[in-house]
């Protein structure tokens, strides 16, 4: 079965770091792109980077970049996302998304990872 | 950058046809995704390439796009198919994905 396997929710507090993963299994993963999607309470649905983990190869949407680092490690098959100073405003759900080479939809999701950042 | 404009809801009666629209500049020389969101859920893809649908997505789904609006049809709707909805599109000139700002579909 293809799935994406995030890791667990996160209660941080603001100036903390936080690196999140997205585990694939049952596909190649050095084959698909892997995006991430942010989604804050009640709003939705935010394109914030993907990466290619074949080669490394990674964009960021500018309302992202300089605020997270996207990356991958593929002799495990996951990749991350992650922050080295959290605000109260990431406070939301992060979703890891698969892309085929051939498409540019996102066809296979992960769970979501909850992010909550509060003094 | 580039912005797709849906509308914020559309209420529907079980066994009608609901329709979603997307607007964007010249939508239709793009490629439009659409996914389905339930509530506490990941989305999950119902169309892609405009109108092709994944393995497993009813029939009841079908995409159409042209001109500045790309449209997801929901025929025989049934009250599982009460979610928030959002179309995609990759952006070529920026290499950017943008989604929707997606629309909730209410059955009565």
């Known amino acids: 079965e293809v799935q994406l396997v995030q890791s667990g929710a996160e209660v941080k507090k603001p100036g903390e770091s936080l690196k999140i993963s997205c585990k694939g299994s049952?596909?190649?993963?050095?084959?698909?792109?892997i995006g991430w999607v942010r989604q804050m309470p009640g709003k939705g649905l935010e394109w914030m980077g993907i990466i290619y983990p074949g080669d490394s190869d990674t964009r960021y949407s500018p309302s992202f970049q300089g605020q997270v680092t996207i990356s991958a490690d593929k002799s495990i098959s996951t990749a991350y996302l992650q922050w080295s100073s959290l605000k109260a405003s990431d406070t939301a759900m992060y979703y890891c998304?698969?892309?085929?080479?051939?498409?540019?939809?996102?066809?296979?999701w992960g769970q979501g990872t909850m992010v909550t950042v509060s003094s | 950058s580039y912005v797709l404009t849906q509308p914020p809801s559309v209420s529907v009666a079980p066994g009608q046809t609901a329709r979603i629209t997307c607007g964007g500049n010249n939508i239709g020389s793009k490629s439009v995704h659409w996914y389905q969101q339930k509530p506490g859920q990941a989305p999950v893809l119902v169309v892609y390439d405009d109108s092709d649908r994944p393995s497993g997505i009813p029939e009841r789904f079908s995409g159409s796009n042209s001109g500045n609006t790309a449209t997801l049809t929901i025929s025989r709707v049934e009250a599982g198919d009460e979610a928030d909805y959002y179309c995609q599109v990759w952006d070529s000139s920026s290499d950017h994905y943008v989604f929707g700002t997606g629309t909730k579909v209410t059955v009565l």
């Open positions: 049952g596909y190649s993963f050095t084959s698909y792109w």
């Open positions: 998304a698969r892309r085929p080479v051939t498409k540019d939809a996102f066809d296979i």
